[in-house]
């Protein structure tokens, strides 16, 4: 049944469009409405040099975006994950920002 | 009757979809918040008939969890299924050593982890099932292209997200 198609990455400024079962559209306003207090929380918590809490926040990004089917979240915040257990800033900030465009970008289709 | 499904997650929207999920398939639905909660529930109250565990929790961890839940009677015998989002394979292998009866990862989506409620309550109140440990990986369910819960263009992959 669903098979999720790789196609070539949105341009910046194009829509990327997310199918979703009707039957969690009540959900999804939270959902969204919490992945984006999570960019500005691992901003903040970056920007004091936090990566433990930066580690946290994305961890807990990665399985949500995965339990509702966005991978392009869960690929994005399983490597700011990654990164904050290394301590690198220079990627955090990068990807926090992909991160930021994308949830600013996204349409959800429901089906 | 209503089976019981002890629920310990921590993230908010994660734990809100699968009650959801597992409500709709009339199950009665104990959620506990993080490790800590979890172990009180496991010291007061009557042994559900599943849990599922995520593994990285505030206070006590998914991995601590586990050795409680299988050293308390009543409860030794339970189906723990871990729903957790990484898919590093000797972590999977760490939990399936540890207690867990299945390994489902969070990016398979909830008919996934339905399935696998499914193939194991029959079993529940019997024995565990031994965990599944042919071929290495038999009992986590690795990402696949099969959405339930949604399908995504583009789809992105992670090194450590793939399954071995």
């Known amino acids: 049944m669903d098979q999720a198609q790789a196609t070539p990455k949105a341009a910046a400024g194009e829509k990327e469009t997310v199918l979703v079962d009707a039957s969690f559209e009540p959900l999804m306003p939270q959902f969204l409405t919490n992945r984006k207090r999570d960019v500005v929380t691992m901003r903040e918590t970056l920007a004091q040099q936090d990566f433990e809490t930066v580690q946290k926040v994305a961890h807990g990004m990665k ?49 | 009757m209503k089976q019981n499904i002890l629920l310990v997650e921590d993230e908010e929207d994660t734990s809100t979809l699968l009650k959801s999920v597992l409500e709709r398939e009339g199950f009665s639905v104990i959620h506990a918040r993080d490790g800590r909660q979890a172990t009180t529930l496991v010291e007061t109250i009557r042994p559900p008939t599943l849990v599922l565990l995520d593994l990285v929790l505030p206070y006590v961890s998914g991995s601590e969890l586990m050795k409680v839940i299988r050293q308390h009677p009543g409860w030794q015998h339970i189906p723990i299924i871990v729903v957790s989002a990484d898919s590093y394979e000797p972590d999977i292998q760490r ?33 565990t099932p031994a965990p599944a440990l ?18 995504h263009r583009p789809r992105g992959s992670h ?4 399954a071995a």
Do not use: C, H, W
């Not at chain 1, 392009?72 to 257990?85: D, N, S, V």
């Not at chain 1, 690198?88 to 959800?108: E, G, H, M, P």
């Open chain 1, 63 to 111: 399985g949500a975006g995965g339990s509702y089917g966005f991978d392009r979240i869960t690929e994005l915040a399983a490597g700011i994950e990654q990164a904050a257990r290394a301590g690198d800033v220079s990627t955090i900030a990068r990807d926090l920002s992909t991160l930021d465009s994308y949830l600013n970008r996204v349409k959800v289709v429901y089906e």
């Open chain 2, 95 to 127: 939990a399936l050593l540890g207690g867990a009866t299945a390994y489902v990862m969070k990016q398979t989506g909830s008919k996934v982890l339905l399935e696998e409620v499914r193939r194991l309550l029959p079993a529940s109140g019997r024995t």
């Open chain 2, 159 to 162: 090194k450590k997200d793939q």
């Open chain 2, 134 to 151: 042919a071929g290495g990986n038999e009992a986590a369910k690795a990402p696949s292209k099969r959405r339930p819960a949604a399908r």
